[in-house]
């Protein structure tokens, strides 16, 4: 088992940043592709960011790209995930989320331990 445990949401106006966490606690963080997804009210959950085992490789979608960045501390069993420039369009809770297999990173389907989410709410 592994819980993970998202903070750093909060209100933010748009152009501005957040910089969300997720801990881990149980078994070996590193074993695991980590991946940040988000949900907007009333639409289904989307891939944000996913990082690589070790923090190599990392992937965004194309919404994000440039603006986001994902990177984790193995050390601290944390996964972290920088936003800048912000967009009321960003609004929405995001979920951190572990990956056994590291393969189809993009699908939600391929993660099978979640966070419960932080809220992320951008203002125009």
């Known amino acids: 088992q592994l819980q993970l445990v998202e903070s750093g949401g909060g209100l933010v106006q748009a152009g501005g940043s957040l910089r969300l966490s997720c801990a881990s606690s149980g078994r070996a963080f590193g074993n695991y592709f980590m991946g940040w997804f988000r949900q907007p009210t009333g639409r289904e959950r989307e891939f944000v960011a996913a990082?690589?085992?070790?923090?190599?490789?990392?992937h965004y979608a194309d919404s994000v790209k440039g603006r986001f960045a994902t990177s984790r501390d193995n050390a601290k069993d944390t996964v972290y995930l920088e936003m800048n420039s912000l967009k009321p369009e960003d609004t929405a809770v995001y979920f951190c989320?572990?990956?056994?297999?590291?393969?189809?990173?993009?699908?939600?389907?391929?993660?099978?331990?979640w966070g419960r989410g932080t809220q992320v709410t951008v203002s125009s």
């Open positions: 990082v690589s085992w070790s923090g190599s490789a990392t």
């Open positions: 989320a572990a990956s056994g297999s590291g393969t189809y990173v993009r699908q939600a389907q391929s993660y099978i331990y």
